[in-house]
């Protein structure tokens, strides 16, 4: 009997590993509002400020 999944990953297939959104685009007509760049420089602060605010809040209920 064949396994039906297998562990192994093809790591020189880089075609999965770059996300390609035109797909969406043309199924959706969507178009990013903002660059990668500029959504990952968002996230980061936005988590940044996350995790600043909950470590506020821990050391003013202990």
């Given at each position: 009997?064949?396994?039906?999944?297998?562990?192994?990953?093809?790591?020189?297939?880089?075609?999965?590993?770059?996300?390609?959104?035109?797909?969406?685009?043309?199924?959706?007509?969507?178009?990013?509002?903002?660059?990668?760049?500029?959504?990952?420089?968002?996230?980061?602060?936005w988590?940044?400020?996350?995790?600043a605010?909950?470590?506020?809040?821990?050391?003013?209920?202990?």
């Amino acid at each position: 009997m064949t396994p039906a999944h297998s562990d192994r990953r093809d790591v020189d297939n880089i075609r999965r590993r770059v996300v390609n959104i035109e797909k969406t685009r043309r199924a959706l007509r969507w178009v990013p509002e903002v660059t990668l760049e500029e959504g990952l420089r968002r996230t980061v602060e936005w988590q940044r400020q996350r995790n600043a605010e909950r470590g506020a809040a821990r050391t003013t209920t202990a």
